[in-house]
């Protein structure tokens, strides 16, 4: 597994059964399963082709009584009855914000939700504020040279106010390298609309002034 995956593991609590969305090759599923964080899994993806190839490491680790593979798209049919712990890594924020909201086993305080998205990060932090979700750690790695986020989550029906910056940086840490290198990513995404709304019209003169607040918030944040 690549530092992602190994740091979504880390992250995890110990559960009854965790499914693993968007499952693709199947480690994520077999290491916890294996190593007994999970006791059991559910492998989840929409696509026949990485669901095979999640069947084969199954299989290949001797696992297949305690993982069930599951053609879907996103939690769609696991009930949550079932389900302790939902893992979904390498997708799009705002995907993963869909995902969540359309399972009825979402918004349920029994539930931990490991989460690493891949890109629109602030989309995603922005659902979970604005729907009663608590993120209780969030913790960076770097991947193939690009850094990440992974954040550990459950759902407690508050609404709690927020900061705008909080949307692209959460609560990370900027103590360690890769959370510096996450906070970098972060300011050249913004600095880049920023250059974009300059060369733009007047009208957009608001936008512009927001996205210099975000920047100077997020070099505060990362300088603390």
């Given at each position: 597994?690549?530092?992602?995956?190994?740091?979504?593991?880390?992250?995890?609590?110990?559960?009854?059964?965790?499914a693993?969305i968007?499952?693709?090759?199947?480690?994520?599923?077999?290491?916890?399963?294996?190593?007994r964080?999970?006791?059991?899994?559910?492998a989840a993806?929409?696509n026949?082709?990485?669901?095979?190839?999640?069947?084969?490491?199954?299989?290949?680790?001797?696992?297949?009584?305690?993982?069930?593979?599951?053609?879907?798209d996103g939690?769609?049919?696991?009930?949550?009855e079932?389900?302790?712990?939902?893992?979904?890594?390498?997708?799009?924020?705002d995907?993963?914000?869909?995902?969540?909201?359309?399972?009825?086993?979402?918004?349920r305080?029994?539930?931990?939700?490991?989460?690493?998205?891949?890109?629109k990060?602030?989309h995603?932090?922005?659902?979970?504020?604005?729907?009663?979700?608590?993120?209780?750690?969030?913790?960076c790695c770097?991947?193939a040279g690009?850094?990440?986020s992974?954040m550990?989550v459950?759902?407690?029906?508050?609404?709690?106010?927020?900061?705008?910056?909080?949307?692209y940086?959460?609560?990370?840490d900027f103590?360690?390298?890769?959370?510096?290198?996450?906070?970098?990513?972060?300011?050249?995404?913004?600095e880049?609309?920023?250059?974009?709304?300059?060369?733009?019209?007047?009208?957009?003169?608001?936008?512009?002034?927001?996205?210099?607040?975000?920047?100077?918030a997020v070099?505060?944040?990362?300088?603390?």
């Open positions: 597994m690549d530092q992602r995956l190994t740091l979504v593991k880390e992250m995890a609590r110990p559960c009854r059964c965790g693993d968007g499952t693709d090759h199947g480690y994520l599923i077999c290491s916890l399963v294996e190593e964080i999970a006791q059991r899994g559910i993806d929409i026949a082709m990485p669901l095979d190839k999640a069947r084969q490491e199954v299989i290949r680790r001797g696992l297949e009584e305690r993982i069930q593979l599951v053609l879907t939690l769609t049919g696991i009930d949550p079932e389900v302790d712990e939902v893992f979904i890594a390498g997708m799009g924020g995907l993963m914000a869909q995902i969540l909201d359309r399972w009825p086993g979402s918004r305080s029994d539930k931990v939700f490991c989460l690493q998205p891949m890109s990060g602030e995603l932090r922005r659902f979970l504020f604005q729907e009663g979700f608590y993120v209780e750690e969030e913790k770097v991947a690009r850094p990440y992974v550990r459950i759902y407690t029906g508050r609404r709690e106010a927020h900061l705008p910056e909080e949307e940086v959460g609560k990370i103590s360690t390298d890769e959370a510096e290198a996450y906070g970098k990513k972060v300011l050249a995404a913004l880049k609309r920023r250059k974009g709304l300059a060369q733009g019209t007047g009208d957009r003169m608001g936008e512009l002034q927001e996205t210099e607040a975000l920047i100077q070099k505060r944040r990362m300088e603390q």
